[in-house]
């Protein structure tokens, strides 16, 4: 090789360099007119939402919020909804066993258990939320009978909540969200239970909007849950390929989340080329370390199916219920069959990729 033809390339074609140059900078000209626009400030404001800081260091003092005259206008609230204790609101990932907790809140007298309130099937809509149910819940039907009556909350849901902003910290601006669980809280006839499989990295959110609800953090072995969310082990195996590969058998939005969770915690880019198993580790563990950090109960799955007794009562002491005898609830429960990842992989597996995870973990926890 020359040493002309170790130059870089603008040195070797001035002419393509200057052209490159020239489109560059009229592009760059472009984006400063279009960012200057109201609708170009909009668009990065909307882009940027939940990146940074969403309000000033400076914040009012609480008692000067109200107007200085009495007879100014007040800001017609919901603080009274906000505030109530009686929410009992139990967040979960996918294929955790959180059906059957709901399922177990919706035997009680007394209580109305919501299911997923943000699904994207928008069960208080008839016309979109359909009729199957998945077979794999037992004993569970028609997940949307509480939600009947309550057309309203169209108003207010959106369906990227299933998909974007995944991580809320709590001054993130949502009155959207904030009103639909309201709602919800409000028109239900009894104690209002609500079940979520999206908000576990939007618990800060929730504790603020919130801070008097009871909050319940349900967990399940990561092995038995992956092997779970592929319902069919054969379907990609341990040597299968990365994340592209992987896309036609992402029945549970994983490659959804890591996406969008990827501007908060880096290593969840797809393009690193790990098996699926290790980025599904990763939201996982997250997931338990937000629940754990912001929940006031946390049982895990597998207690819950083998100790029924001992977990109902601790769960149900957490929240402040007195469900009487445990038969009923008991009745409902169907222990599947546990350690099944033995059938997808050998511990060593599983284990290699565990630990390189939680070395990244331990790295990016140390630097921030």
């Not at 609101?89 to 299911?115: H, K, M, P, V």
């Amino acid at each position: 090789m020359t040493d002309e033809d170790k130059a870089p390339w603008h040195e070797r074609w001035p002419l393509l360099g200057r052209g490159r140059n020239g489109m560059r900078d009229g592009l760059f000209r472009l984006i400063d007119k279009v960012l200057r626009t109201d609708d170009g400030r909009e668009m990065a404001a909307r882009s940027l939402q939940g990146l940074l800081p969403a309000r000033a260091d400076w914040q009012p003092p609480a008692d000067a919020l109200a107007p200085p005259y009495a007879d100014l206008g007040r800001a017609a609230t919901s603080a009274a909804t906000c505030l109530r204790s009686d929410p009992i609101i139990i967040t979960a990932r996918f294929r955790s066993g959180s059906t059957l907790l709901w399922n177990l809140f919706r035997q009680l007298d007394g209580f109305t258990s919501y299911y997923e309130p943000l699904n994207e099937r928008r069960w208080f809509d008839p016309a979109a939320r359909g009729s199957h149910t998945d077979k794999t819940h037992k004993n569970a039907e028609e997940y949307w009978r509480e939600y009947d009556g309550l057309a309203e909350l169209g108003k207010f849901f959106r369906a990227d909540w299933h998909e974007r902003h995944l991580y809320m910290d709590a001054d993130f601006w949502d009155p959207d969200l904030r009103r639909y669980v309201e709602v919800m809280v409000e028109r239900a006839p009894g104690r209002p239970v609500l079940q979520f499989n999206r908000i576990d990295f939007r618990l800060p959110w929730f504790r603020k909007n919130f801070p008097n609800a009871k909050y319940v953090h349900l967990y399940r072995h990561p092995r038995d849950q992956w092997c779970s969310a592929l319902m069919d082990v054969r379907c990609f195996g341990p040597e299968s390929g990365d994340m592209a590969a992987f896309a036609p058998h992402d029945k549970f939005y994983l490659r959804a989340w890591c996406r969008d969770l990827r501007y908060h915690f880096p290593f969840l880019d797809e393009r690193c080329g790990a098996h699926p198993y290790a980025l599904f580790y990763f939201v996982w563990k997250l997931s338990y370390l937000f629940g754990v950090r912001h929940c006031h109960h946390s049982v895990a799955f597998e207690q819950l199916v083998t100790e029924p007794d001992a977990e109902l009562t601790k769960l149900f002491a957490a929240v402040g219920v007195a469900p009487g005898p445990l038969d009923r609830l008991k009745a409902i429960l169907v222990k599947p069959a546990l350690g099944k990842w033995k059938e997808y992989a050998a511990d060593a597996w599983f284990r290699r990729h565990e630990e390189a995870c939680e070395e990244t973990l331990a790295d990016f926890f140390r630097a921030s």
